[in-house]
């Protein structure tokens, strides 16, 4: 008799679409023009799972990753050693150093601090230039050849902070950089997010680091044709109910019901990432049928209109709208908080 404990199957998930995921990679690839496109797969691939994600882009021909930290290097170095390179964007604190001279991986030096810190080591670095966004980055004015002499520089970059629209900070910050990488002894330059792709060639450089686009996110309309959905949240009904003229649904009485109907109540909410911006104004789907998300989005549920689709029952699935340029303009929150935003307990499952 096996002591196994049965499987409870999940209430809401998120179908994770592999294909969309190595296209899109592959278009930014093909935009980058002679650049080559790297991944960023910080924050756990922007939510998606980075194992997963990895292992998907190594094989579609990825060979340069981009994380946040130690921690998130250390998730993926079994499957990037010897195929993929790894930057750690946030750089390298004192406290880093004993497992970072150990990794595989790069840390991105964006201080003159951890440029000391780092360069006795011998070891392979990037530099981070600050090209007047003003988080991470050495100065330009900083910059002198007498600080690299010695050093192992694989690439130096800078991270553009207005890509997504236009305006004259793109040409300052592309013109700032250039200046600086004429001083600082690289193999390959970076400069280009997913949006600075479609700013043009000029932007490109060697290598470009994409990252929201990877996940369905679309910053410019050059990426309109090119960049499909990946993520597509689901949650289950779990009851239905009838409501009757004048009743008043959820937390603050949000939604008064003009006339009778029926709502289905939907194991989701704002502790699934699906935040109270959705409420009244978010919408699930149900063959091609729009089911608008009533009253007030909780922690753990959602009350979806049945109006128009009556003949759904509790224990059916429901599909959430969740192209992350529809829901950012429903909910008022950015592309990058909805994917990156989405919660554990909405079980990813690749197709």
């Known amino acids: ?58 094989a579609a021909g990825c060979t340069d990753f981009f994380v946040a930290n130690w921690q998130e290097a250390q998730e993926i170095e079994d499957l990037t050693a010897s195929k993929a390179s ?17 990794s595989p991986a790069k840390p991105v030096i964006n201080s003159l601090e951890q440029l000391g810190r780092w360069k006795p080591s011998g070891r392979a670095c990037d530099i981070m230039i600050n090209s007047g966004m003003n988080r991470l980055g050495i100065n330009p004015e900083d910059l002198n050849g007498d600080l690299f002499a010695g050093m ?16 004259p900070q793109n040409a300052a910050q592309l013109a700032q950089y250039k200046a600086a990488i004429e001083i600082v002894p690289a193999k390959r330059n970076s400069l280009a997010n997913s949006a600075g792709i479609a700013l043009g060639s000029d932007y490109h450089f060697d290598v470009t680091r994409p990252g929201l686009s990877l996940y369905g996110g679309i910053q410019r309309p050059a990426l309109d044709d090119i960049i499909g959905q990946v993520a597509f949240p689901q949650a289950e009904i779990i009851q239905i109910r009838s409501l009757h003229s004048g009743a008043k649904l959820g937390y603050n009485a949000q939604y008064i019901a003009a006339d009778s109907h029926d709502v289905a109540i939907l194991a989701m909410g704002y502790a699934d990432g699906y935040l109270r911006g959705f409420s009244n104004s978010g919408m699930f789907l149900h063959g091609g049928i729009v089911l608008p998300v009533l009253g007030r989005v909780s922690m753990d549920l959602i009350a979806i209109d049945l109006s128009d689709a009556p003949d759904l029952k509790e224990g059916d699935w429901v599909d959430c709208e969740y192209d992350l340029g529809i829901a950012s303009s429903q909910s008022g929150l950015s592309q990058y908080e909805l994917i990156t935003g989405l919660g554990n307990r909405l079980a990813r499952q690749w197709t």
């Open 1 to 58: 008799m096996s002591d196994a404990k049965p499987i409870i199957p999940p209430t809401a998930t998120i179908k994770l679409d592999s294909d969309a995921l190595v296209a899109n990679w592959r278009a930014l690839d093909r935009l980058s023009g002679q650049a080559k496109a790297g991944a960023a797969v910080k924050a756990n691939a922007y939510g998606l799972g980075v194992r997963e994600v990895v292992q998907r882009l190594v």
């Open 86 to 102: 790894v930057s750690v964007l946030n750089g390298v604190r004192e406290s880093d150093m004993p497992f970072a001279l150990q």
């Open 152 to 167: 192992a520089i694989d690439m130096a970059m800078s991270h553009l902070a207005s890509a997504d629209e236009d305006g």
